[in-house]
């Protein structure tokens, strides 16, 4: 990866603050690739403009509409996108998990039809950063998640 530029990123909090940060944008040096990718940094979720820790919060159900005392941020709309978002991509997450622990990290066979879920395991024993993991094997691995437009 060649260092090109920097991009502005906006990050908004459920408190309804908001900010604008730099991300550093690198070239591929792959001939047959030389895409541009972004390297965003860990409190950030790809395709989101909220930080990881309030749409972990929401899929969590830590945060929700329902709160009188807070603020409505992000919207109710937002937070059942998420929903739906995760939703859609639970198995996909589970496969890419039990497929990394496999080829990258090492694990055994069993991991791969074991029908316990990989995905429970890790949110119950990280509890304020399941989701900052998980996306950062997807994605660092070459997966991705399907959106999801509601």
Request: with cysteine.
């Amino acid at each position: 990866m060649i260092f090109r530029d920097y991009c502005k990123r906006i990050i908004r909090y459920e408190d309804g603050t908001h900010e604008w940060i730099q991300i550093p944008r690198h070239q591929c040096n792959n001939p047959k690739c030389k895409r541009i990718h972004r390297m965003l940094p860990d409190f950030l979720a790809p395709y989101k403009h909220y930080n990881e820790e309030t749409i972990s919060g929401v899929l969590d159900g830590i945060v929700n509409p329902d709160d009188e005392d807070s603020e409505v941020y992000p919207s109710e709309m937002t937070m059942l996108r998420w929903h739906h978002w995760f939703i859609l991509n639970q198995l996909n997450i589970e496969g890419h998990m039990k497929s990394i622990g496999y080829r990258l990290l090492g694990f055994k066979e069993e991991l791969l039809k074991s029908s316990n879920s990989l995905l429970g395991h890790i949110k119950s024993s990280m509890p304020d950063a399941w989701l900052r993991t998980i996306l950062r094997y997807l994605y660092n691995s070459g997966n991705s998640l399907q959106p999801c437009y509601s």
